[in-house]
Structures are given as structure tokens and as C-alpha cells.
């Protein structure tokens, strides 16, 4: 039924446009309580077994909104209502800014993609934390803060910049992210460097510290998949040095080659990250990368081109804690969720491991395990698998 409706409704339409209208519809329908009690007790999950437990947060579910679908805040509930389970807002910047210049997001159909060159458009973090503030959480789901540089600050100046968005945003997160991989923002990508990313991180976690005394917010970072394999291998070993709580892989990509894409050239030639169904390979090793690296010590969240329950169920089993998603949202439409939650559980049932946290990295164990590979740190006590 989605399918049609995004035949002739949707792909009609300029993709920023129908984005407007579905958040439109969306935080509509969350705002009457009868439909969304109603849309709600069909479409998020409740199903004891996706219990999850990340950073010391606990969720209905490992499954999430991916950052960049509610940059400022405004449809939280709304989401939640479309089963997902923890919803990352943002990307917010220490200022307001307008993002790039129009069109800035393009649908490869044929590809199950996107490119996007939005930009970081948002409201700032003084005006999202402020509605963060003043929110009434209809359902108790968890928000993640996703926060970037804002365009015009300099490099140098990067640091400041963060940490006015951390001392504004970290009260009202449930966690806080620390975005330097998309490719839109210049410069932004060279964060990922660990002479840049060391302080950084670590004046991050002072400031949330600083303003939120009472709970320790966890803190992540948000990688691309484009990094070198060397470049992964730093940011695990920086996330452990500093007791980071996450890293999340990964943003969109830059590449374009090898990834056998089949829509138009003047449509993959559009400047930009692509994400979706081409980006699933390489973000599923570098996630596998990660885990193999830090194990248990740091939480991993998998992201990109998962489209389905195998897709997240493969994330699990290479050491993702988290799961979320964007692009196939577009293509897949308000069922999309359900669908994953139904598969993961019953994925789960009949796999070999009680929890799903047994599941988590199980993969990547067995493979450790089975080769007997020296010097990794992947382990933990009394893993199913
Ligand atoms: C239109 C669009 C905007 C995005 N904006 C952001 C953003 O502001 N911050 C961010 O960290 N990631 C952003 N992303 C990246 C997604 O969070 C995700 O990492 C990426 O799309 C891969 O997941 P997917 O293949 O499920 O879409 C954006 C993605 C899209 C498609």
C-alpha cells in the first residue's frame, strides 16, 4: 500500500518537500491521543524479548531513528509512535544556520539510496534545547542529541563551538553525539583525526559533565564509513582511552565507485553522502571492525543501509548494541519498523542465543574464536554462541 502511495504521491514530489509533508502528517496524527494510542499499540514494539539495555539506558528495543530525520526536535513523539525506539535528534550546531542551497536531496529509486547535501540545516542548539525543555514526552522513548560544527566557525574554533551545543543540549539528552563525519560541512570530516578528536571529545564530556552533574550523559561519536581501516582502528582505540560510551557507524558515504550503482550518472554525480541499501556493506565492516577492536568496552550502534529485520539482525550479530535506520524509512514507509521488530524476534527465537545481548558480536566471536586470532580484545564472559 506504501509502495503505491510513495509511487504516486511521493516520488512526485521533491524529496525535501514530501519529507515536510510526512513529518507534517506525522506529529498531525501524534497529536491526538485516541490515534496515537491507537497507531501506536500497532506499529511500536513491545515484545519482551527487544529489551535492550545501552549505556545504562534502558529500551523497549535496539531499534532507532538514524540522526538527520528530526534535526530540530519537533517529532519525537511522533516517531516513537512509528516504532522507533530511541530517536537521535540533529544534527544541531552551536548556531542556527540554513544548510546549503536548494535542491540539496536527491532519490536514487533504483538504487534504494539517497544523496543528501542538506548541510546541518537546523535551528541551533539554543532554540532545540529549548524545545527539548519544554517537551511533554507523550511516550517514554529514548532522544538521543547529535551535535556538529556550524558552518561558519573556523576549524580552529571547532572545539568552542561544540561545547556551547554540549552545555545547551546535554541536560536534555539521553545520550549526546559528537558528529565529524558528514561529508556537507567543510572540513568537518578532518575532526575524525585523533590529535583533533582527542580534545574534542574530551572537552565534550567536560562540559556535560559541567552542566549536568547529576547523571553522567553518555557520549558517542558518530564515524564515516569513508575512514581508512587504520583511521577505524584510532577512533576504537581513542573511544577506549577516554571511556567513550559509544561510536556510531556510520554516516553517509562519499564514494560513489564499486558500490554497482545502477540510477543515472547525473544523479550519482551529485555532490553529497549517499546512504541506503549501497552503503550496507561497508558500514556492516566497519561496525564488525570496530567491534572485533573494543568488544564489550565501548557500545556500538549500527547504521547504514539496513532495510530489513535480517539487516539489523546481521548489525546484532556484528557487535551492535544499537540499530538504526533512515533511508529505508523513505522507501518502506510507517510499517517499516513493525516489520523489523517482528523479524528481529522471531530471528531470535530461533537462533542459538537466549538474549539479545548474547547476540551482540557473536559473529565476530565465533570467527575470533574459530581462528584463534592473537592479539584482538573481543570477549566476554559466559557468551552464549
Ligand atoms: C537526508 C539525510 C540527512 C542526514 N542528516 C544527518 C545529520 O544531520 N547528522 C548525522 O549524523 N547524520 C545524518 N544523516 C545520516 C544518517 O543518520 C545515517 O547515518 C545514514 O543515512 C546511513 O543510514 P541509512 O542508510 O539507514 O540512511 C542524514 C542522512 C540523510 C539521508
Known sequence: ?????????????????????????????????????????????????????????????????AAGFDKNAVAIDGMAMLGFDHVEIGTVTGQAQPGNPKKR??????DRALINRMGFNNDGSLAVAARLASREPVFRTVVG????????????D?????????????????????????????????????????????????????????????LLVKIAPDLADADVDAVADLAVELGLDGIIATNTTIAREGLGLRSAPDLVGEAG???????????????????????????????????????????????????????????????????????????LRTSPYATLADAVGADVRNTVNGTDSGNTTVGRAGAAG
Open 1 to 65: 500500500m506504501y509502495d503505491l502511495f510513495f509511487r504516486q504521491v511521493f516520488r512526485r514530489m521533491d524529496p525535501e518537500q514530501a519529507h515536510h509533508l510526512a513529518v507534517r502528517w506525522i506529529r498531525l496524527v501524534a497529536r491526538v491521543p485516541v490515534l496515537r494510542t491507537f497507531v501506536a499499540a500497532f506499529l511500536a514494539p513491545r515484545a519482551k524479548e527487544l529489551r535492550t539495555e545501552a549505556f545504562g539506558l534502558r529500551l523497549h528495543s535496539p531499534f532507532g531513528l
Open 105 to 110: 536531496l536527491f532519490r536514487l529509486v533504483a
Open 145 to 156: 542529541v547529535n551535535i556538529g560544527k556550524t558552518k561558519v566557525v573556523p576549524e580552529a
Open 158 to 218: 571547532a572545539v568552542a563551538d561544540y561545547v556551547t551545543s554540549a552545555e545547551r543540549l546535554a541536560p536534555h539528552a539521553d545520550y549526546l553525539v559528537v558528529n565529524v563525519s558528514s561529508p556537507n560541512t567543510p572540513g568537518l570530516r578532518n575532526l575524525q583525526a585523533t590529535e583533533a578528536l582527542r580534545p574534542l571529545l574530551t572537552a565534550v564530556r567536560e562540559a556535560a559533565d559541567r552542566v549536568a552533574p547529576a547523571r553522567r550523559v553518555p
Open 273 to 347: 553522502g549517499l546512504s541506503g541499501a549501497p552503503l550496507k556493506a561497508r558500514s556492516l565492516e566497519v561496525l564488525r571492525r570496530l567491534y572485533a577492536r573494543v568488544g564489550d568496552r565501548v557500545t556500538l550502534v549500527g547504521v547504514g543501509g539496513v532495510e530489513d529485520a535480517e539487516d539489523a539482525w546481521q548489525r546484532i550479530l556484528a557487535g551492535a548494541t544499537l540499530v538504526q535506520g533512515y533511508s529505508a524509512f523513505i522507501y518502506q514507509g510507517p510499517f517499516w519498523g513493525r516489520a523489523i521488530h517482528k523479524g528481529l524476534v522471531a530471528r
